[in-house]
């Protein structure tokens, strides 16, 4: 009669605690989703960008939620021991088995938090928002503040380096725990698996009911504290682009023009590609200074000026660096210039030419525009005008080659302006 390797001491050899199994199988599908998310992301050359960049947002906010869940295994796991291993495991089992664990759980532990330490230093310094939803912002680490002696892109290199090579260990720690699993299901015919099913007719263990509440506040304090840092710092982020003054319409030059710009009723803006999706611009201050007749062109000439401060975008990932340094740097680069002089009739309209002054810099520039004067003596005035942001050091440090933000941004303006002299005698 054969005996059962485990008679005797099989009542005491019991499963892992509900929670413990929840949290393992848990945490143990997310790194899988992480590990081929992080590696089709980097590394497929052929997927579209659009999606790409959703992938990493995905991979970032799974990450930090592997982050609060291990904190959370490890509380439930100091207050419910693992179970006993089986009295046949040998020393150096006992041995091999607890240092893959530890190792686990140090993986656990760095891989998010070295890829946590990469986003926060990227040059492209675009946020996090859990689950992609605006109002869920995780806060970015400080490293650059903490590091100022390394430079930027050695100390990205690094931590990319770390997350990559800490990340693809975890494929070699699971195959030493799948081998260890096997030897003892297979080998020493002790069941191992099973200890982690939740219903497998193995002896359940004692659960203390304590560690549920316990690992729900260190989730929820983790995410929850997490959340409010994030809070802070897009609010210190937003006063920072705030210009440190009240809002005026530039000057726009000399007044000399023959319209008035009405600014209640025009617009002007500016439109681009993000990630797959249109990226719009708009542009709160102006003042415009435009003299205009079809009759005679060559007398024409137009300047708009621009409060670099009140120009906005409509997209949560954009719109942290408009106002910054790799943006329109609104703080030591109050106004945007467009000076117009170079008329002329085409077939769709009107073209122009001109300058652009974005941060000091200065290029040429050719708007196409329509003029159609009302009876009532109003004129309206349509118009774009397509430049390279790149070319203006607008978010080169951030996608300079246009990856995710299309170099191409295309300023659109609707104009509704009254003849000075019409204006004046109103007045
Ligand atoms: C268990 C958690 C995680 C795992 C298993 C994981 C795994 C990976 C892997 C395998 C890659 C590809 C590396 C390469 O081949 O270069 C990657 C890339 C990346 N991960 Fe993670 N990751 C985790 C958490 C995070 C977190 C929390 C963040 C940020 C909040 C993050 C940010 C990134 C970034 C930005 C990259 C791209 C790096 C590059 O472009 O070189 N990861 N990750």
């Known amino acids: 009669m054969s005996v059962s390797p485990t008679a005797g001491w099989s009542a005491a050899y019991t499963r892992y605690t509900s929670g413990a199994i929840l949290l393992h199988w848990t945490i143990a599908l997310a790194i899988l989703f992480q590990l081929a998310v992080g590696l089709a992301m980097v590394h497929l050359d052929a997927m579209p960008d659009a999606l790409r960049f959703a992938l990493f947002q995905w991979h970032k906010t799974i990450g930090i939620l592997v982050l609060c869940l291990t904190l959370a295994r490890i509380a439930w796991r100091l207050v419910n021991p693992p179970p006993a291993l089986a009295p046949t495991t040998s020393r150096a089992e006992r041995a091999a088995s607890g240092l893959v664990h530890l190792a686990f759980y140090a993986l656990m532990l ?9 986003v926060s230093a990227a040059a492209a310094g675009i946020p996090t928002y859990l689950f992609l939803i605006d ?29 990559k090579w800490l990340a ?4 070699g720690l699971l195959v030493l725990h799948v081998a260890g699993a096997l030897k003892h299901s297979l080998v020493d015919a002790v069941p191992s698996f099973s200890r982690m099913l939740p ?19 260190v989730v929820l304090s983790a995410l929850g504290g997490g959340l409010v840092a994030g809070q802070s710092d897009a609010l210190v982020a937003a ?3 705030r210009a440190d003054r009240a809002m005026v319409a530039p000057d726009a030059g000399p007044a000399g023009g023959d319209w008035i710009v009405d600014p209640a009723q025009s617009q002007l803006g500016f439109e681009t590609q993000f990630s797959g ?4 611009g708009t542009i709160g201050t102006w003042q415009a200074d435009v003299r205009f007749s ?26 942290p660096q408009v106002q910054g340094a790799d943006g329109f740097a609104s703080a030591t680069h109050p106004t945007v210039t467009l000076q117009l002089g170079d008329f002329r009739a085409v077939e769709a309209g ?4 001109g300058t652009l002054t974005i941060k000091e810099k200065s290029l040429p520039v050719t708007v196409h525009f329509r003029f159609e004067r009302n009876n009532n003596g109003t004129a309206h005035v349509t118009g774009s005008a397509t430049v390279d942001r790149t070319a203006f050091d607008l978010g080169v440090a951030n996608d300079p080659t246009g990856q995710y933000l299309d170099k191409a941004v295309t300023i659109r303006f609707e104009l509704v302006a009254v003849p000075a002299g019409a204006a004046a005698a109103g007045s």
Do not use: C
């Open 168 to 171: 693809l260990s975890f494929l």
């Open 294 to 319: 079809p009759e005679a062109l060559d007398l024409a000439e137009a300047s708009i000026a621009i409060d670099a401060a009140s120009i906005a975008v409509d997209n949560s990932f954009v719109a």
């Open 135 to 163: 109002s869920l912002e995780w806060p970015h680490l400080p490293v650059a503040a903490l590091l100022p002696s390394m430079d930027a892109a050695a100390l990205e290199d690094v931590l990319g380096f770390a997350h």
């Open 350 to 353: 009107y073209e122009a030419g």
């Open 110 to 118: 760095f891989v998010p938090l070295s890829g946590w330490l990469l």
């Open 199 to 217: 219903h497998h007719g193995m002896a359940r263990p004692q659960t203390r009911l304590i560690a549920i509440p316990i690992a729900l506040a």
């Open 277 to 280: 999706k249109t990226l719009t």
């Open 239 to 241: 006063e920072a682009t």
